[in-house]
């Protein structure tokens, strides 16, 4: 079963294999904080933390790197109409942030450098690629040269020759500056060339350099935070479709012009975010955020769930139609992984979930392999759910036998085997149910209590009191506790 990944740099699926046996170094383009993080960051955040949890779970040792643009003209602007600053409104939604991902259950990287905080490796890479005469400095800015570098366009398959000026597509185009009077296209040699390092203007932030004060371009930040943290080259370079060009197509041209090794071994890319079947933006007034997503009532379970259901490349539809059917397939995969805490103590497993732990011996050897076998075809998630839902439908099956008859249909150990494999498998997922403490005598009342009072039910059920039997009854009821009555005795279950 070897992992296949489909890679954008060779346009076909290729055998997973690490520059070192064992381990993985990734990164991940991260996000722009100049604004609450919306639906597209819900998808990628979602996506390459259940990347990195499953190549966990087949044994690699994964570094995990997401960065954060805290220097860009969007923050500046932000801060310009709140009269603030880059830095405070930088912090402000870098906070935001992570409140919001740990609502999603997003586990966090290994490390998040800021670009601000590598501006000693964005000045040493530039300072590198002008010595190797891949840059150039034009009055306080220093430029790329695109045409230095002859293997520009092999990400996203471009040709120089075939790009026009002003022309836009699915990437966005190069947003080529034609105005010759302009100051950019006049500093430039090539109006394909672009900028590294950008002179400081009146009241913005800077940085000295070699080449005065400025600050950084966007596409030199990633490449020197890549080089700074994970080395020359990478395992996997991760990011959203709209990334491939310019940003990444310009990173590759950046780091291999230097370094004369490859950036990454794998291209990934996550598909967009639609709503409703276009895109998603202000002007539309179709924007949503993830806090206002989940303060609407929206399970962050199910919102994951949602993001799973699709592959994990292509583009996704997000409707009030596929969150309801989202949130209806998070409650069977919850009754299953709550099945243990439910019912585990009735049907003979022991005193209590913590004698459960999962370890691979417990785990269902052939359901296990059918998961990682359809996962193994380029993280086919859809496929892997597939699975959970069968374990959770059966688990909830016999849920519902123990609370009418008493028993079970499958054998206890069998069941345990079942529980364990779904919570395994849903956790490589980041599908995770809330549990609630046991009660105990102070929060309701005991087994030990519970079984007393029908014992008195029964007492005064056989001396004919019924007055007396509805009592305790109604009693139990108020305490969150049902009883069902049968030939075979009197059954209860907490609700």
Known sequence: MTLTLYNTLTRRQEPFETLVAGKVKMYYCGVTVYDYCHLGHARACIVWDVIRRYLQFIGYEVRYIQNFTDIDDKILNRACVEHSSMEAVADRFIKAYFEDMARLG?????????????????????????????????????????????????????????????????????????????????????????????????????????????????????????????????????????????????????????????????????????????????????????????????????????????????????????IAAATNGWHTIKEGLLFGYQYGKKIGWGVGSGEWGVGTASLLPETIERFQEVVNNDFNFPGGLTVLFELAKELRREGNIIVHEGKTETSPDELKHQWQTLVTLAGVLGLEAEIEAEPDKSNGLSDAEIEAKIQQRQEARKAKNFAESDRIRDELQAEGITLIDSRDGTRWHRN
């Open 106 to 322: 997003i586990k966090e990287a290994d490390e998040y450098p800021r670009a601000t905080h590598t501006m000693n490796g964005i000045q040493r890479l530039i300072h590198e690629l002008e010595n190797k005469g891949f840059a150039y400095p034009a009055d306080g800015d220093v430029y790329y040269a695109v045409r230095q570098f002859a293997e520009y366009g092999k990400l996203s398959g471009r040709k120089l020759e075939d790009m026009q000026a002003g022309k836009s597509d699915a990437y966005g185009g190069l947003r080529l500056r034609v105005n010759v009077e302009d100051p950019e296209y006049q500093k430039k040699k090539d109006p394909f060339d672009f900028a590294l390092w950008k002179a400081a203007k009146p009241g913005e932030p800077a940085w000295e350099s070699p080449w005065g004060a400025g600050r950084p371009g966007w596409h030199i930040e990633c490449s020197a935070m890549v080089r700074d943290r994970l080395g020359d080259t990478i395992d996997i370079h991760a990011g959203g479709a709209d990334l491939i060009f310019p940003h990444h197509e310009n990173e590759i041209a950046q780091s291999e012009a230097v370094t004369g090794k490859p950036l990454a071994r794998y291209w990934l890319h996550n598909g967009m975010v639609k709503v409703d079947g276009e895109k998603m933006s202000k002007s539309l007034g179709n924007f949503t955020t993830i806090r206002d997503l989940l303060d609407r009532g929206v399970d962050p379970m199910a919102v994951r769930l949602f993001v799973l259901t699709a592959q994990y490349r292509t583009p996704i539809d997000f409707t009030d139609e596929a």
